[in-house]
């Protein structure tokens, strides 16, 4: 996939992290976790993306998909923890959100579904973002958050 935009600055050696996000279409509206996150997460040694892609909604939040297509990368370095997430972005089409999410990450079970338009997803963004701008050092969970939040709103102005 192309690479459609590179967060962060590398300035020491970093372990390559590959991931996934999807943008989950369904009636009109797409889903973000917590105000403007992508569901999905790390690609397993031997897994495909679409593999790691399908485990990570099961997990996350319970969903099953379909016709799922690529928008492309978004390159992240994380500075705090000297990793460079390799996020490859997706559309899909919601299939099923019935089933009860696997995972056991505390933090993972207490994601909320928002269902909203572009238009709407756009201003959440815009909104997260400037809230966090100010402390991208901190640590790396702050940084990780403005920086998924950046990713999210690259792979939404690809579509």
């Known amino acids: 996939m192309d690479i459609l935009a590179t967060i962060g600055h590398p300035n020491n050696s970093y372990t390559d992290r590959p ?6 279409f369904h009636e009109g509206k797409m889903l973000l976790i917590n105000n403007g996150l ?8 031997g897994e495909t993306i679409l593999d790691a892609l399908k485990r990570e909604l099961l ?22 923890e000297h990793k460079k997430y390799i996020v490859q972005g997706l559309t899909c089409s919601l299939t ?13 079970q ?4 928002n269902w909203v338009t572009i238009d709407e997803a756009l201003r959440t963004l815009d909104q997260s973002i400037a809230g966090l701008e100010h402390r991208i ?6 940084q990780g958050k403005l920086y998924n939040l950046l990713t999210t709103r690259v792979l939404l102005t690809q579509i």
Not at 137 to 142: G, H, K, R
């Open 19 to 24: 991931t996934v996000k999807a943008i989950i």
């Open 59 to 80: 997990e996350e939040i319970g969903a099953t998909v379909e016709n799922v297509k690529p928008i492309g990368t978004v390159v992240q370095y994380r500075d705090l």
């Open 38 to 45: 992508l569901p999905g997460g790390g690609v397993e040694t």
């Open 137 to 142: 050092q901190i640590d790396d969970s702050v």
């Open 96 to 108: 099923d959100i019935s089933q009860t999410p696997t995972t056991q990450d505390e933090r993972e």
């Open 110 to 113: 207490q994601f909320i579904l």
